[in-house]
């Protein structure tokens, strides 16, 4: 079955400290991931995706097959990274885009 | 802007009206999408459509009757909804193919079912 888990609802760090919100994949198959983000009061948005490999906004994010994880990291949380994060993936050829529950990251001055 | 419109951005409807919700894209994507998005649940898909055709219905309720007359306007068609179907609804666009498949999302329909 393909499904997408990020277990934390709630992440909640002081501004600086590293931030790693967690999120696992399964899928039978070359998988394809993307981490969205929503900020208050406006819609919600792709923040990167692995085939990228790029740093947006000082995030990364390294697709681990043998972990089955995409996990996204950022080594400095600032107070304008607090927002909601929703790790998504696609199904080849179909447009279907699964996403997880969503981890809330709060930071706090 | 992201290129995907919904309306209304509100709607409050008793439960047994009939009410539309309108998507339109104009990002020349071939797939539409509409999720539900409430307080307690995860991101919730709900159906897709590919160069007009529907490719998935994910369990929902005939009371969310989909249409798709073309590749740029989706619409979802609601009757005799509950309470429980309070909701932001949103819509998605994006390519199936291809090397860019991000999905651009509008900015949503908040519903209330009194």
């Known amino acids: 079955a393909q499904r997408v888990t990020q277990p934390e609802k709630l992440l909640s760090v002081f501004k600086g400290a590293p931030v790693e919100l967690k999120c696992n994949y399964s899928y039978s198959g070359s998988p394809e991931l993307f981490w969205y983000v929503q900020y208050s009061r406006q819609r919600l948005q792709l923040l990167l995706r692995h085939i990228s490999r790029e740093s947006i906004k000082g995030f990364t994010a390294d697709l681990n097959k043998g972990e089955t994880s995409f996990h996204l990291k950022k080594p400095f949380a600032q107070e304008e990274d607090s927002a909601m994060y929703y790790c998504a993936l696609i199904v080849s050829n179909t447009g279907k885009l699964i996403f997880g529950q969503g981890t809330t990251l709060q930071v706090k001055p | 802007e992201t290129g995907v419109t919904q309306t209304p951005r509100h709607l409050v409807m008793g439960m047994t009206n009939k009410k539309s919700l309108k998507c339109e894209q104009h990002?020349?994507?071939?797939?539409m999408y509409w999720y539900k998005q409430s307080a307690k649940k995860p991101l919730e898909l709900m159906f897709v459509?590919?160069?007009?055709?529907?490719?998935e219905n994910n369990s929902v309720p005939s009371r969310f009757s989909p249409e798709c007359p073309n590749s740029s306007h989706l619409f979802l068609h609601l009757h005799t909804l509950q309470p429980e179907d309070s909701a932001l609804y949103l819509c998605?666009?994006?390519?199936?193919?291809?090397?860019?498949?991000?999905?651009?999302f509008g900015q949503g329909t908040r519903l209330t079912v009194v």
């Open positions: 459509y590919n160069f007009k055709e529907q490719t």
């Open positions: 990002l020349g994507h071939n797939a």
């Open positions: 998605a666009s994006s390519h199936t193919r291809g090397t860019n498949t991000e999905a651009f």
